[in-house]
């Protein structure tokens, strides 16, 4: 079969991973994980990389990108980078470029995850159905998720900003500490929570310390009392907002949770915490029950979904 080399990449907040594909198969030593803040654009770690692995141009080029896509075009959320298709395909020589947003990269990626790749956090009543609705969330850096549809023999997965929706929890007990951390006024975003910058702001509005999310994590995991109450809130702002989307949603194919926030809230997750706020909707939290949640552990699955995005779109 005629090589054809297509590029990947997942540009999060805080790291960008770069991969290439030959037809279907991932090469793996081409795998490379690039920290944005020591480049000055996106372009800057392509060329980088193509020169590292040796190849002047690639046939397909598949960008993820966490920020809003327009135009064929990216503006990063929280990176002050951007990207258009014109400039990919100027540096890559690529005959077809795409860019979609992070969260539908792993929208298109679930196909290509095996059991392996996959912890079951909560097991629903009802058996999952791979042709039904599935749903991803990305907890990581920043937050976002977006629903997966099977449309005829191809996978659709349609661009999300759900991360700067309001947040609400009928719980009155946190409202003291969401008052804290409104980022314009009184408004307080999904993203605002539920996010590594998130844990930092629980953090700081529940003890009044300015803590990194990897050093109150790990606090929480020695047992340190108040960084566990940080984990609490975060997983209860989960399970109610996720409760939510399943029922706007109904993902009887599953949800799927991604990103460096949501391994670290693993244990979390898997409490009744999570259940009790996830099933908490009035005469339909028994309804709720049915629905299945994993983790995603394969690091590479935005950019296996990139790649799927473009061979069903462009080959």
């Known amino acids: 079969m005629k090589k054809q080399l ?20 991932l090469l793996e030593n081409s795998c490379v994980t ?18 590292l692995v040796s190849e002047s141009s690639v046939k397909f080029a598949g960008i993820a990108a966490a920020g809003p896509i327009q135009e064929k ?29 992070d969260l539908q990269a792993q929208g298109y990626g679930l196909t290509s995850l095996d059991q ?21 969330c990305g907890i990581g850096t920043g937050f976002n ?5 099977n449309v005829g023999h191809k996978i659709f997965v349609p661009p999300s900003e759900a991360g700067h929706s ?6 009155k007990s946190y409202q003291a500490v969401f008052a804290k951390i409104g980022s314009v006024g009184s408004f307080v975003s999904v993203e605002d929570i539920l996010s590594g910058r998130g844990l930092e702001n629980v953090g700081k509005a529940l003890t009044g310390n300015d803590e990194t999310a990897s050093q109150i ?36 194919g599953g949800i799927y949770l991604i ?19 996830f099933c908490n909707k009035g005469r339909f939290s028994k309804f709720n029950q049915k629905f299945s949640v994993h983790l995603v552990l394969d690091d590479y699955a935005a950019l296996k979904g990139c790649r799927n995005f473009v061979m069903q779109n462009f080959n």
């Not at 690039?34 to 020169?51: A, G, P, Q, R």
């Not at 392996?116 to 991803?136: C, H, K, M, Y």
């Not at 309001?166 to 719980?171: A, H, W």
């Not at 566990?228 to 989960?238: D, F, G, I, M, Q």
Request: aromatic letters at 8%.
């Open 6 to 25: 297509c590029l990947t990449a997942d540009i999060g907040g805080t790291n960008t991973r770069v991969a290439l594909f030959d037809n279907e198969k």
């Open 259 to 277: 990103g460096g926030v949501a391994r670290s809230l693993k244990e979390y997750l898997k409490s009744e915490i999570f259940v009790e706020a």
């Open 145 to 149: 998720a977006a629903p997966v549809f």
């Open 73 to 101: 075009s990216a503006k990063m959320t929280n990176l002050s980078w951007s990207l258009t298709e014109r400039s990919i395909a100027s540096i890559t020589g690529a005959e077809q470029v795409g860019i979609i947003n």
């Open 166 to 171: 309001q947040l609400s929890l009928t719980d």
């Open 34 to 51: 690039y920290s944005n803040n020591e480049y000055d654009s996106f372009e800057t770690i392509i060329k980088n990389y193509l020169d």
């Open 217 to 252: 994590m790990q606090k929480a995991s020695q047992g340190d009392e108040n960084s566990k109450k940080v984990a609490h809130l975060l997983t209860t702002c989960a399970g109610s907002f996720f409760g939510d989307l399943a029922l706007i949603l109904l993902p009887f």
């Open 116 to 136: 392996a790749d996959l912890e079951p956090i909560t097991i629903g009543s009802q058996s999952s159905n791979s042709n039904a609705t599935r749903l991803v």
